[in-house]
């Protein structure tokens, strides 16, 4: 039976096959700079820093599981891309992947703007003063609450996903003496290479209106007729943890077909065009993700072509990176709680958290790093699994890593790569805990999300 399957590998369950995986590493207390945060490093003590700070210390302070947040990484890649692209473009940071107000006032302090997709990711970024035109709101099924919300806020756009939505919105700002700036969400059958899950432009998915039949060109007439509603570009997106930009390149040439068809049918040159986010981050060195100057250049000229073929002027265009500016920036500390061989196998490596607090690995086959930072270790390395506490087969964290031969419970280990989704995709699966956010910078630590206690689980338990 066929199944999609992500560049992370087979699926978690199976045995891995002699010389499936990889060799290992010749030093394992290496820590890449790919992977790692910025001010990662490792001491002539053996133990971890993070922003001036080792591990050990914050382990003390903080607890375990935890997530650690490099402050000063966030907001240099915050620069990045927001110099990358200039002041005749626009950088939303997809806050889906990790927001909460900390993160809103860095964006802000930063030059970023901001999407959001439910209302509450709108009442964070509003709450925490992010100017209400700098924010981009999404979603397939925004109820007519949220709308409602944000147009009463003056969000600086909405990004229509349905039929129904055009005529929402365009209820919601006529009842509130309002003229709505929108963009539509277009799919372009553009095939990513990515897990199901997250390709998101093929047409038998949730998100969006073809282009295909014309259902995207009878969305903009539709939206061009409604007084209520200031079309102002079309929006793509084709999925998450891509590589090149070859996908980018086929979905604005179909977007800027479609703008040359509104233009030839209306008379009216849309200003934008929003090519989403969706560029991958290393979560194993083996991974080679792009610079944002080099996608920059990459996405803009492509624009610029595929306009001067069509004959139109090059809109203003929009980006959406998430992942890319706080994925590498965090990392999750675990401690180690036992540890099992199994002979001919593997060593399974049992740590304090799990699928509550990464649910990525079960969810996409995703694959992570691992390494041990409470110590330096000349053990021999030791295949291993990194498995939560959670009563669930699947409840992993890092599939198939070396180990030093050594680790031994108590041991601190630490997985990068983990600022985007672990957090806001975590749960209280087994009435577990959610971890804490702990912002690290220039020597100092912070909490910028606190850890849950068990008062909060029984607050909402009213029965």
């Known amino acids: 039976m066929s199944r999609s399957a992500h560049p992370a590998g087979p699926r978690y369950a199976d045995v891995l096959p002699e010389g499936h995986y990889s060799a290992p590493p010749a030093d394992l207390n290496r820590l890449d700079g790919k992977v790692w945060a910025k001010t990662v490093t490792r001491g002539e003590d053996g133990v971890v820093s993070v922003g001036g700070l080792e591990v050990t210390r914050l382990a003390e302070e903080f607890g375990t599981p935890a997530y650690f947040l490099d402050e000063a990484d ?122 199901e899950f997250i390709a998101t432009a093929h047409e038998d998915q949730k998100f969006g209106i073809p282009l295909a039949g014309g259902q995207a060109a009878e969305a903009v007439r539709r939206a061009l007729g409604l007084e209520a509603l200031e ?12 590589f090149d930009t070859s996908g980018f390149e086929v979905a604005a040439h179909r977007v800027i077909g479609l703008l040359k068809e509104i233009r030839d049918e209306h008379g009216v040159e849309l200003p934008e065009i929003d090519l989403g986010g969706g560029l991958g981050i290393a979560y194993t060195p083996d991974d080679d993700p792009r610079e944002p100057r080099h996608i920059a250049k990459a996405l803009s000229e492509i624009v610029v072509r595929e ?106 280990i630490a997985v990068p790569a983990t600022g985007a989704y672990c957090r806001s995709m975590a749960s209280n699966y087994n009435h577990a805990l959610r971890p804490p956010v702990v912002a690290v910078a220039d020597g100092s630590a912070r909490v910028i999300v606190r850890r849950e206690t068990e008062e909060d689980l029984l607050r909402l338990d009213v029965g």
């Open 74 to 195: 966030f907001r240099a890649r915050c620069r990045a891309w927001a110099e990358a692209f200039g002041e005749d473009a626009d950088v939303f940071y997809a806050g889906k992947a990790f927001l909460s107000r900390a993160v809103v006032r860095w964006l802000h302090e930063e030059g970023l703007n901001l999407d959001v997709c439910s209302g509450g990711e709108l009442t964070c970024a509003l709450d925490a003063g992010m100017p209400p035109e700098n924010i981009a709101f999404h979603g397939n099924n925004k109820s007519p609450e949220e709308i409602e919300r944000a147009v009463r806020a003056g969000v600086g756009r909405i990004v229509l996903d349905s039929f129904q939505e055009i005529v929402r919105v365009a209820h919601i700002a006529r009842s509130l003496g309002r003229r709505q700036r929108v963009l539509i969400r277009v799919t372009v059958g553009v095939e990513a290479h990515t897990h």
């Open 231 to 242: 079309l102002i570009g079309i929006h793509s997106h084709i999925g998450s943890q891509i």
């Open 307 to 412: 306009c001067e073929a069509a004959g139109l002027r090059a809109p203003r265009l929009s980006v959406e990176p998430g992942r890319a500016i706080v994925g590498p920036t965090a990392f999750t500390l675990y401690e180690v709680g036992t540890i099992k061989p199994l002979e001919g196998l593997r060593t399974y490596v049992s740590v304090d958290g799990g699928m509550s607090d990464n649910i990525r690995t079960a969810l996409y086959d995703a694959e992570y790093s691992v390494a041990l930072v409470s110590r330096a270790s000349d053990a021999p390395p030791m295949l291993s699994r990194v498995v939560g506490k959670h009563c669930e087969s699947g409840d992993i964290v890092v599939k198939d890593a070396f180990l030093p031969a050594d680790l031994a419970p108590g041991d601190l």
